[in-house]
């Protein structure tokens, strides 16, 4: 008797929309009707609005970080790696195992849901020099960073130098960026007592923009308010400014200033992730473009979603809109790709994907933050608790909640050591690096690793 094939799934990515699509499949689909591959460089789900809070120390990393094997109802096989090329026309992607061996996997629908990394900008010295806010490594290192500036600024004898290690520089005035800084500016004002031959006046933090205003999603009035929370604060916030070169120990800005500075935090956006470069299919502004059921024109069999793909935004009301990079419409495309290839197996129609923006919370740390949900302003403690209340149900796992949960009381109460733990002190801390940039293989080199595949294609 031999076994019928069945149809083979791979998802590519387990970030919000990756395992949102993966565990409604699994759910939804018998174990008879397809079999379900997650390709996936980490063994978690990373919560990444909570990130500036481990870069802060309020919380864990592996508090953030939502285990993908929790429960042995989750029957995805999981491939340790990442996609590092496609041939959309054999059906077969390259991953990249994390012991580094390159091996071709075939499917008949694929998931691509990879993300997003940094976006940066052919500015001298950046590639060197900046350091993003966009891995838990990343956040980790930070940390370390920041710390370890306090802790050699603190030995020095020379004054310059210690003015430049206590210069903290966060360009990005999103919700990333401002967060990033309020949060980590908080670590530094609290750490600061514990080194009695520093100056709490010497330490700055600058916040520094293009655009015109701070967070423009969150509207002109709580803006505002962010802005005045940092000022408080002493945070320095330059807005309609950017970077024109960055150094070892100085930022010069695009208006003149050179700031002494050995921290350069890099938040100014994100684009898709370089995997979509390589699949030689259209793009706008760098993410895949996709009909409004998230199947991709042209490339049969394969689904979009999330930061690395243009989903239009039905709910917009604006021609050519498409949804925003956030976790919120990715989670939610996730449902809408699961219950699309569902339909696909069954042979049922497809639906579009329509969500309407639930708003923005941030939160700025301490009693701080300005939240937008569902349209009503909220400012200080309401909007954090409203933040931190969203952020705190939209954990995945009991576990998970409990973790942070705790973590966020045991902040409140015991503060933070400031411990610096040294754990990846050999990284070069660059953006590539870190966000693996430049791991992926050209058309050709794709080609060449399936062709024992393709034997047959014409
Ligand atoms: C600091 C910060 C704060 C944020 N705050 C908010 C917020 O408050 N609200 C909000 O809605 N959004 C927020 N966002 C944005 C939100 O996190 C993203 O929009 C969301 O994570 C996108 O989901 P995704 O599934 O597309 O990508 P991700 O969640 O980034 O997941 C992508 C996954 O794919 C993996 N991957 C990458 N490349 C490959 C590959 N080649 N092969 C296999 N796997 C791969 C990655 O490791 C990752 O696990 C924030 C982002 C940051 C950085």
């Known amino acids: ?15 919000f929309a990756g395992v949102e699509c993966v565990r409604r499949l699994e759910r939804r689909l018998s174990p008879t009707e397809a079999e379900i591959t997650l390709v996936t460089p980490s063994s978690f789900q990373l919560y990444l609005p909570l990130l500036p809070q481990v870069a802060a120390g309020v919380l864990t990393p592996q508090s953030i970080a939502v285990s993908l094997r929790r429960s042995r109802r989750h029957r995805t096989h999981i491939v340790p790696g990442g996609v590092v090329g496609v041939d959309t026309r054999a059906k077969v992607c390259v991953v990249r195992k994390i012991s580094g061996e390159l091996t071709p996997r075939a499917y008949d629908h694929l998931v691509l849901a990879p993300g997003s990394v940094t976006r940066s900008f052919d500015i001298p010295g950046l590639a060197e020099h900046a350091r993003g806010m966009k891995t838990l490594a990343e956040a980790a290192h930070l940390r370390d960073h920041v710390i370890a500036q306090l802790d050699l600024a603190d030995a ?10 206590l210069c903290f520089v966060v360009v990005g005035g999103g ?5 990033t800084a309020a949060c980590l500016q908080r670590l530094t004002h609290h750490a600061v007592r514990r080194y009695p031959r520093l100056d709490p006046r010497q330490i700055r933090w600058h916040l520094v923009d293009i655009a015109p205003t701070l967070m423009p999603e969150l509207g002109e009035a709580l803006g505002r308010s962010a802005l005045e929370v940092l000022g408080r604060r002493g945070i320095e916030v330059s807005l309609g400014v950017s970077v024109a070169k960055a150094g070892p120990d100085e930022v010069t800005l695009t208006d003149g200033r050179v700031l002494r500075s050995r921290t350069l935090i890099w938040t100014a956006g994100v684009a898709a992730s370089p995997l979509i470069a390589t699949l030689e299919a259209d793009t706008d502004r760098g993410r895949l473009v996709v ?9 049969p069999g394969v689904l979009a979603l999330g930061d690395a793909a243009a989903v239009p935004d039905l ?11 956030t976790a919120q419409h990715a989670q939610r495309q996730g449902r809408t790709a699961a219950d699309n290839l569902i339909a696909t ?11 309407k923006d639930l708003g923005l919370v941030v939160d700025l740390g301490g009693r701080d933050g300005v939240s937008r949900p569902l349209g009503i302003e909220l400012r200080g403690l309401p909007a954090q608790a409203v933040a931190r209340g969203y952020h705190w149900a939209a954990l995945r ?18 503060g933070d050591d400031f411990v610096r733990t ?23 080199q794709v080609r060449a690793h399936t062709a024992p595949l393709r034997t047959g294609l014409t």
Do not use: S
């Open 345 to 355: 197996l069954r042979h049922q129609a497809l639906r579009p994907y329509r969500h």
């Open 156 to 165: 020095c004898e020379d004054e310059a130098e210690r003015a430049a290690r």
């Open 397 to 414: 796992t009991n576990v998970a909640r409990t973790r942070v949960a705790t973590n966020w009381l045991l902040n409140a109460v015991a």
């Open 175 to 179: 919700y990333a960026g401002t967060e």
């Open 422 to 444: 040294g754990f990846q002190a050999w990284r070069p801390p660059t953006l590539r690096e870190f966000e693996h940039t430049d791991a992926y293989l050209t058309p050709e």
């Open 1 to 15: 008797m031999t076994a019928v094939a069945r149809p083979r799934i791979l998802v590519v990515g387990a970030g």
């Open 291 to 299: 009909a409004p059921d998230l199947t991709v024109p042209g490339l």
């Open 315 to 325: 709910a917009a009301g604006a021609d050519g809109a498409v949804c925003p990079p």
